[in-house]
């Protein structure tokens, strides 16, 4: 048998080869990469897995946990004599693995129930493997063995094992050598190319710079060519909401992956405009402006200016960006209103609307929560459920409540206009079949079916003051929705721009339009902003390429501002790294086809193997020997074989580098850029010029056409990196000392830095990233975790209800929290923090506990000595009678607060699922019976049994 591992670095990996080194088989291990020769059609598994044990009868495993079966199984030929206990192993280490990835909290509590000491019994098993990697960044947490005790001892043992000791320190010796053992594979797993590519690869060199395209520089404003053979490309990005800072998932889904295009389309000579700016009406602005005592414009001019900033510092280049709360608006979107009705497709109707009393305001659809009437999701908004994605009308939600106050809504009826989407389903529904087959494909199926559903009139009109009024009679004391307006957004803003804006936006025939979005925007622009335009009957530009990404989640939660979880727009440029490393990192993980995670040892592992180890390594070579050897002057160059297979290679790396981005598959066409260095790095480690230069004449021949012919890569390079990474394509062209004019994607790949051109100075480009300053940033924006039962707003979270009295999720919350910042405090103290620090975090503690005690209706916990002089309602009668300090029981605390998520869970569900009322409340008495031990535990006073129950007590005694 033999394992084959191609990426170290992965959970799966590091799994097996930390079942390595229990394993009693001598099994040898080889490191390679992905297209590895000698497993002929086993590479594509190795390639998909990223590992792969081959036994003696050339059967490939790659599932971490079948590999690690055979590893840790007895020896030959009684592999599958107890096929059980491998089931169960194997059963277990998935159910644990699965558990941590997708709920850290059920998958660590289910291992902390098994752990005696370890997660089977008294040895390593399969299982304890699979949680040590899976569960890795939870390690970090010094709460860890308070929250989970038993796991607090199993991780010491863990890490004293021989298992992952050894597994570390061959990960150390498998990076360090990998380079080395694999010089002569790597250079025969490049891409394959023919005698013709070869030839044409030739003829394509010897045309020089003059045959290539210009890329194309914008002079504002920019209008469409009326020259057929010039493309001209509209590209927007959904418009941020404005009354928030924009996180990485933000930012990526959408003005990034725009920028990307554009500058690539610039780059081909198309003419092109991007274009984007803030969304700024709804009730969302208005409660904002309410919070920070301001107006809503003055709110909207504060955060326009952040997401300018924002965007700005990432090398966000738009061609305009502007902001919705203008004249410009307001005209485009009462002329299409008036289009749609003098043709007909508007309706007049009363609609039922949710009404809060309490706050004495109708409620937009964004500030109703309640459960989705699809899918049951219980934190669905009133105008959309984020888990599954359906459109729904705020009083189709089950169990609504008042997103400011909490309370449960009253329906209420109020007059308004609706498109009449039926009467619009023939055009749309040909419309859509012409032009999503080149969407992505998440867009073309939540397009699709939301059409297949049926289509239902979608009313456009709202009882707000922050908006686009409405021009019609009887209805000027409302605005439109938000998503009848917004979109309108992109015209109004490119009017701002240019006063020949319909140039662009009524010129379908000689406009392409992208549009770039995360996926829960689709239904707004691939039917709702559609149908109204259709509805017009003029001539708009729609939208041609409709460019959707799934979600980018942030280490094992997502992005939290409220719970400082996770890296915000804002945030990324105090850390000290440049921009151009997020923009590469985040198209490395853009998420085109699902959901992608943002981790920092991801980031760490991109930035120093494929940056600093592959690409920044390259250039910097190619340039300092040019520098070292021939004073900087690229010297004369023969195309050798050698080099013109070399030169056939890049140039089919460049077609298909062109064609991905022309697909929008932005991720795929980053790695190509690094295939593309790889080649050099593989011709240069194959030639070895450092060799030649100090041979006879023939041979420094031979390195001046071998290192001439790299710089014309490393040109090459410059201007396939630009779309990701401006700045560090610009640093390249001025090592190279070359003309941003060679600054192009013409398609061919050719000699552009000829010989006698001097180069400027060598640096090298990229930094390494150390681990300290990875577990830094990794700790710093860990956040805390979400509260049990939900991921709504915190803030809303600790409301009353309209009754005065808290719901018992509220108590469970604020319970738990009292019992994680206590968790803080405790560990704060144990290491001997500074004193300023420990007595904010005792701040919080204190003030968590307020809230608790008057969520339970009791008095905080005396603070001062005057407190003892002022006994509680419940002392009256009493005398002098004081309830006896209590401790704290950490252990307890915590099993406690796990004990009461759970029953609150189960209660929950019951009421859910409208069970018999004599078991909810059966149900009900078990969790008031925990949090009381719970309160107890935790020191916090409980509140005392009051009427017949207290003098039954009484009587007693």
């Known amino acids: 048998m033999t394992l084959y591992v191609t990426k170290p670095l992965s959970a799966d990996a590091l799994k097996v080869l930390a079942g390595l080194e229990l394993s009693s088989k001598k099994i040898p291990l080889k490191c390679v990469d992905a297209k590895c020769a000698e497993l002929e059609e086993q590479a594509s598994l190795l390639s998909y897995a990223g590992v792969l044990l081959v036994g003696e009868d050339d059967v490939g495993l790659w599932d971490p946990v079948a590999i690690l079966q055979v590893l840790l199984g007895p020896a030959k030929n009684e592999v599958f004599q107890d096929p059980k206990k491998i089931f169960q192993e194997s059963d277990l280490a998935s159910e644990i693995s699965r558990l941590v990835r997708n709920d850290r909290r059920k998958g660590l509590a289910r291992a902390e129930d098994m752990c005696s000491p370890y997660i089977s019994g008294n040895n390593i098993s399969i299982a304890d493997l699979c949680l040590w990697v899976d569960a890795e960044s939870s390690f970090g947490d010094p709460a860890l063995a308070l929250d989970y005790p038993k796991l607090g001892v199993w991780k010491g043992l863990m890490e004293k094992s021989h298992a992952v ?55 504002h404003p920019v209008l469409p060519s009326e020259d057929k053979s010039v493309r ?13 800072v924009p996180h990485l998932g933000n930012i990526v889904g959408c003005v990034l992956s725009a920028d990307v295009f554009a500058r690539f389309c610039r780059l081909r000579g198309y003419r092109t405009l991007y274009i984007c700016g803030t969304d700024e009406y709804g009730t969302a602005t208005e409660t904002k402006a309410l919070e920070m005592g301001l107006t809503p414009k003055e709110v909207c001019d504060k955060y326009n200016a952040i997401h300018r900033d924002v965007y700005e510092w ?115 529904g040909q419309w859509l079949n012409k032009e999503s087959d080149k969407w992505s494909s998440n867009a073309k199926v939540i397009a699709q079916s939301w059409v297949k559903d049926g289509l239902k009139p979608r009313c456009i009109t709202r009882d707000l003051k922050w908006g686009t009024p409405v021009p019609m009679e009887n209805y000027t004391d409302k605005v439109f929705y938000v998503w009848y307006d917004a979109p309108i957004g992109y015209l109004s803003i490119t009017h701002c721009y240019t006063e020949h804006w319909e140039k662009w936006w009524k010129n379908p025939d000689d406009v392409e339009l992208f549009m770039f979005m995360g996926k829960d925007n689709v239904p707004f622009h691939s039917v709702i902003f559609p149908s109204c335009l259709l509805g017009t009957r003029r001539n708009w530009t729609l939208v041609n390429r409709l460019c959707a990404t799934e979600y980018l989640n942030y280490e094992d939660g997502k992005f939290s501002k409220s719970r400082g979880q996770g890296v915000f727009g804002d945030q990324a440029a105090e850390l000290g790294f440049p921009a151009d490393l997020w923009r590469f990192y985040l198209m490395a993980v853009r998420p085109e086809t699902h959901d992608s995670v943002f981790n920092w040892l991801d980031l760490q592992s991109r930035a120093n193997f494929e940056l600093l180890n592959n690409l920044g390594n390259f250039i910097n070579r190619v340039l300092s020997f040019l520098e070292k050897n021939f004073g900087g002057v690229v010297p004369e160059m023969e195309l050798s074989e050698e080099n013109a297979v070399a030169a056939a290679r890049v140039q089919k790396l460049l077609e298909s580098y062109v064609d991905l981005f022309e697909k929008v598959k932005l991720r795929d066409a980053l790695r190509v850029v690094l295939a593309v260095s790889k080649v050099g790095n593989q011709l240069m480690q194959a030639s070895k010029p450092w060799v030649l230069i100090k041979g006879d004449e023939a041979m420094r021949k031979d390195a001046g056409s071998l290192i001439g012919f790299c710089a014309n890569i490393v040109c090459l390079l410059g201007s396939m990196l630009h779309p990701f990474m401006p700045g560090t394509s610009k640093e390249i062209f001025n090592q190279l000392n070359a003309s941003e004019d060679l600054m192009c994607i013409d398609g061919k790949f050719t000699c552009c830095i000829p010989p006698g051109h001097k180069i400027g100075k060598p640096v090298p480009l990229f930094q390494k990233i150390e681990a300290a300053q990875i577990e830094e940033f990794r700790q710093r924006f860990a956040g805390t975790p979400a509260p049990a039962g939900g991921s709504g707003d915190s803030k809303a979270a600790k409301q009353p209800n309209s009754a005065g009295k808290p719901s018992s999720d509220t108590v469970q919350e604020l319970t738990e929290a009292v ?9 704060l103290k144990a290491k001997k923090s500074e004193k300023s620090l420990i007595d904010a975090e005792v701040k919080k503690l204190l003030d968590l506990k307020k809230q608790l005690a008057d969520a339970q209706n009791t008095s905080p916990p005396a603070t001062s000595s005057s407190s003892k002089n002022s006994p509680d309602r419940s002392d009256v009668g009493k005398g002098s009678e004081k309830t006896p300090e209590r401790k704290t029981d950490p252990v307890a605390v915590n099993l406690l607060s796990e004990a009461v998520t759970k029953q609150g869970n189960v209660v929950r569900d019951l009421k859910a699922s409208k069970a018999d009322k004599t078991l909810i409340d059966a149900e009900v008495k078990k969790l008031l019976d925990l949090k009381k031990q719970l309160a107890e535990a935790s020191g916090s006073p409980v509140e005392a049994t009051k009427g017949n129950d207290s003098k039954k007590k009484k009587g007693k005694k």
């Open 232 to 244: 001209n490309v509209l590209i927007t990005s959904a418009l941020p909401y404005v009354n928030n």
């Open 314 to 428: 990432f090398g966000i280049e738009f061609d305009h960006f502007g902001r919705t709360t203008t004249e410009q608006q307001t005209r485009v979107a009462q002329e299409i209103f008036w289009d749609l009705h003098e043709h007909g497709y508007l309706l007049e109707d009363s609609m039922e609307q949710l009404h809060c009393e309490n706050c004495n305001r109708f409620l937009a659809d964004r500030f109703v929560e309640g459960t989705c009437p699809k899918c049951a999701f219980d934190d669905a908004r009133g105008d959309q459920c984020d888990k599954c994605g359906n459109l729904v009308n705020a009083v189709e939600l089950i169990s609504p409540r008042c997103k400011i106050c909490r309370s449960p809504p009253k329906v209420k009826s109020s007059k308004h206009l609706f498109l009449d989407l039926p009467k619009l389903e023939d055009s749309l």
């Open 165 to 219: 000791k050894g597994m570390k320190a061959r990960l150390v010796k498998l990076q360090g050598e990998s380079g080395q053992q694999n010089e002569k594979s790597k250079a025969k797993e490049t891409v394959i190319v023919d005698a013709r590519e070869i030839e044409a690869a030739r003829k394509a060199w010897k045309l020089g710079p003059s045959s290539l395209r210009k890329p194309f520089r914008p002079s």
């Open 819 to 827: 019992a994680k910042q206590g968790n803080v405090v405790r560990d």
